[in-house]
């Protein structure tokens, strides 16, 4: 099980166009209306998640995440299609919703993520396309239990600004979703027989959502975030 892309994805961030940098919201305080600017941005962990889904038995689909991931950004709001983005996952941090005694160990052995053996999960993006005002498609090399092979996210830029009296950091948010079938990537564990949904599904779906923070507003003086 292991949606885990993504870093992956994570990472996912790239699309806000020059009129979608200006975007700012106002909680009481005031929020530079300045474009959003190009640069270097980093994650924002304490706002981002990273979880994934298996369908279990053809009941339902099982969600997991990591809790542990960092992703890079950088982009010019001029040039989307120059954006890039680069993250890596810590396998070992998954967390289970309410897991039988040892089934996180299980998951995390051999036949599954082997985390022993492959204690990182990566994603480097090789391509981001605009698909409209506000999304992009990020095409990317996805490695995972030492098998690199492409995977491609939808991402949906949320907003941004370029500071703030309480944030005086650029700041932008993203969402972004994918998909990838196990099996390309060596786990093949449970994979339902043709025709059935007796087992865990090949295919993995992804869900990420992201804030990452860029260059200082200019002036600020400083301030909590």
Not at 112 to 131: G, N, R
């Amino acid at each position: 099980m292991k949606r885990m892309l993504f870093a992956a994805c994570a990472a996912v961030a790239l699309i806000g166009s020059p009129a979608l940098a200006t975007a700012a919201q106002d909680n009481g305080t005031a929020a530079s209306t300045a474009p959003v600017p190009g640069g270097a941005y980093t994650l924002d962990k304490a706002h981002a998640s990273l979880t994934f889904s298996v369908n279990h038995l053809g009941f339902s689909w099982y969600t997991a995440r990591f809790a542990e991931f960092d992703a890079k950004l950088r982009f010019d709001p001029a040039d989307v299609s120059a954006a890039s983005v680069e993250a890596t996952i810590d396998p070992n941090s998954l967390e289970l919703p309410s897991p039988p005694p040892g089934f996180t160990e299980t998951l995390k052995g051999p036949e599954w993520l082997d985390t022993a053996k492959y204690p990182t999960i990566t994603f480097k993006s090789t391509k981001v396309e605009p698909t409209g005002e506000q999304t992009a498609r990020i095409t990317g090399d996805f490695t995972l239990h030492g098998v690199t092979r492409p995977v491609t996210l939808e991402a949906t830029f949320n907003g941004g600004y370029a500071g703030h009296e309480m944030d005086p950091n650029a700041r932008i948010g993203f969402s972004a979703t994918g998909s990838f079938n196990r099996s390309d990537f060596g786990i093949a564990y449970g994979v339902p027989a043709p025709g059935t949904t007796m087992g865990v599904s090949d295919q993995v779906k992804v869900v990420i959502e992201a804030e990452f923070t860029g260059p200082p507003l200019a002036g600020a003086s400083g301030g909590a975030k």
